[in-house]
């Protein structure tokens, strides 16, 4: 049971800095983005780490958007740089980070 409450007291902390951060330090997520490669691979683990997304759902194995076309800016910039990722999907993520934008 501590485990599960660590995970979600985790992500509504990451959940909170995220907004603070698109909102206030746009830089911040601009330059992080500049160094995002890879793609979304749609396992949905990154949607279902606060809460369940409503949004979600299951389509040959896998979590797809409902409102992909139109969803919020802090769902399209997820992850926007290395600190933004959630810990336990780090290993799942299809998208990572290079230390020099020309890469």
Request: glycine share 6%.
């Amino acid at each position: 049971m501590q485990k599960v409450y660590k995970k979600v007291v985790t992500s509504f902390k990451m959940q909170i800095k995220r907004r603070y951060l698109m909102l206030l330090k746009k830089e911040v997520v601009e330059n992080g983005l500049k160094r995002r490669r890879g793609e979304c691979l749609g396992c949905g683990a990154c949607c279902q780490s606060s809460f369940p997304c409503p949004f979600l759902f299951e389509q040959e194995g896998k979590l797809l958007c409902r409102i992909h076309e139109t969803k919020p800016d802090v769902c399209k910039t997820y992850p926007f740089n290395e600190e933004d990722m959630f810990p336990h999907t780090v290993e799942k993520c299809g998208y990572y980070f290079v230390d020099d934008v020309d890469e």
